[in-house]
């Protein structure tokens, strides 16, 4: 079946610094992929619609500058939170669609310190 | 937009009884309904679905049901066991069967042995 790997898991990191989270389609081509965000006990809120060759979409109150997507391939996309504060601290979670309906990554446990 | 409502947030049911979550949805052109089940720390994994031309669907313990006339559907579990305690959330996409998922609130079940 379709099978959508992210990476890191999970990652530390220094308030101020930026972090890279990779969303990959292992198996089928995904030219639309979507990022999540899941603060504790709370449902998942969509952030952006990643197209591949395209600009992302953007959901309303989420700062597209950042929160960088890249889709420059059929399989890839990437979620890069810049100048990451302790406020960022979540879930990060993506999702590709295929002709079967939707896939989810693993999710990423994103700590700002 | 639409908007998905899940009922109710917390479950608490003893081994071997059934469990039922429901869920109504806003937007008449949505046609996918999936249920995803999520464990602490991870990924939602998709447990079962159903297209709006069926009403029913069954995979051995779990079922689905769709009334699209009112706008809902219902997750059932029977014969529960403790391993199928976690959050579980139901979904439909945003405009019909391309766009993003819009979750609902979750629910937690407690399988208690």
């Known amino acids: 079946g379709a099978v959508v790997s992210q990476h890191p898991s999970w990652v530390i990191c220094k308030s101020g610094t930026s972090v890279k989270i990779e969303c990959r389609s292992l198996d089928f081509q995904a030219t639309t992929m979507f990022w999540y965000r899941q603060f504790p006990k709370q449902s998942l809120m969509l952030m952006a619609t990643?197209?591949?060759?395209?600009?992302?979409?953007?959901e309303q109150g989420v700062e597209k500058d950042k929160f960088l997507i890249n889709h420059a391939s059929l399989t890839l996309s990437t979620l890069t939170v810049t100048s990451a504060h302790p406020e960022d601290s979540s879930f990060y979670i993506c999702?590709?669609?295929?002709?079967?309906?939707?896939?989810f990554g693993s999710g990423t446990r994103l700590t700002v310190v | 937009g639409e908007n998905v409502e899940q009922h109710p947030s917390t479950l608490s049911v003893q081994e071997g009884d059934s469990a039922v979550i429901k869920c109504t949805y806003s937007?008449?052109?949505?046609?996918?309904f999936p249920w995803y089940k999520q464990e602490l720390g991870k990924g939602p994994q998709l447990i079962i679905d159903i297209r709006s031309n069926v009403g029913e669907k069954k995979d051995q313990r779990i079922a689905v049901t769709l009334n699209k006339t009112a706008k809902h559907f219902s997750l059932h579990i029977t014969e529960t066991q403790p391993e199928d305690s976690a959050v579980y959330f139901c979904a439909a996409p945003r405009g019909g069967s391309q766009g993003n998922l819009i979750f609902g609130k979750g629910t937690k079940l407690s399988v208690k042995p």
């Open positions: 937007d008449s052109a949505s046609n996918y």
């Open positions: 999702s590709a669609t295929n002709l079967n309906g939707y896939t």
């Open positions: 990643s197209n591949e060759g395209s600009k992302a979409t953007y």
